[in-house]
């Protein structure tokens, strides 16, 4: 696939388990030859040693043989050996835990700069629940305490303009919906609602909703859902600048 961007996943959480083979399985079939990489960033408070065994645990049958690409903190996403290795990189994926430190982490680094450059040379990169809401315009946050429904929104790393990912949709994600859109920074904000093991995927110029849940487009008052296989509608491109 070099020469063209490879798939983008944004699954909406729950990675991991069974449920997710469809949108693994294009990830893992574009994967050529070179390093794949879990960032477990998300998870840095939470574990992250945890989720990189069940990462590299899960991919492996699907072909997938993972390293850890370890940028927990600040420092670690700009450092220049770590940026060299996910330069070579042909498959990332980033796994869910606390959706405003990953963007903050990310956000303008050398690691992220080597990501998206890789991705447009056909990379494969996947992120889930907060690693997918990183790749928005926007990541939405807790408002204000612990518990709290109400979502504010805070610059991601803007890989997919307009758009504030909500993962978890048909759980508990689809409470912060009046917030979030009472809130919205534009009118042209979009909310992607993303049930658990299933995900929006961008392959071959279209987005398309897999898993076994749906994928839910809101702007403003104008709702549609996808189903899997669905082609999404509404939903901008990916950026190519990254």
């Known amino acids: 696939m070099m020469g063209g ?22 990830l893992a079939g574009a994967a050529s030859e070179g390093p794949a990489f879990v960032l477990a960033t998300a998870a840095a408070r939470h574990r992250p040693d ?34 060299a290795d996910a330069a070579s990189g042909r498959f990332f994926y980033l796994v869910g835990g606390d959706p405003g430190y990953v963007a903050d982490v990310l956000r303008g680094s050398a690691i992220w700069a080597a990501i998206t450059a890789a991705w447009r040379n056909g990379a494969a990169l ?19 305490f612990p518990g709290d429904e109400r ?16 993962p978890h949709f048909e759980t508990f994600g689809h409470r912060w919906v009046a917030s979030a859109t009472d809130e919205a920074p534009r009118a042209e904000t979009v909310l992607l ?44 491109a990916p950026s190519r600048a990254g």
């Open 5 to 26: 961007a490879g798939p983008l996943a944004l699954v909406g959480g729950d990675e991991l388990n069974p449920g997710n083979e469809p949108q693994d399985r294009v």
């Open 50 to 83: 945890l989720a990189v065994a069940n990462a590299r645990r899960w991919f492996a049958p699907l072909g997938v043989e993972l390293e850890e690409l370890r940028v927990l903190k600040r420092r670690d996403a700009n450092d220049p050996a770590i940026a």
């Open 126 to 144: 996947g992120g889930s629940s907060a690693g997918a809401m990183a790749m928005g315009e926007w990541t939405l946050i807790r408002g204000r």
């Open 151 to 166: 979502r504010a929104y805070r610059p991601a790393l803007g890989l997919v303009p307009t758009v504030a990912v909500v």
């Open 193 to 236: 609602g993303i049930d658990e093991r299933s995900a929006a995927v961008w392959a071959d110029g279209v987005w398309r909703a897999m898993g076994p849940g749906g994928v839910t487009v809101i702007r403003g008052s104008d709702r549609r859902r996808f189903e899997p296989d669905d082609r999404i509608d509404g939903l901008p």
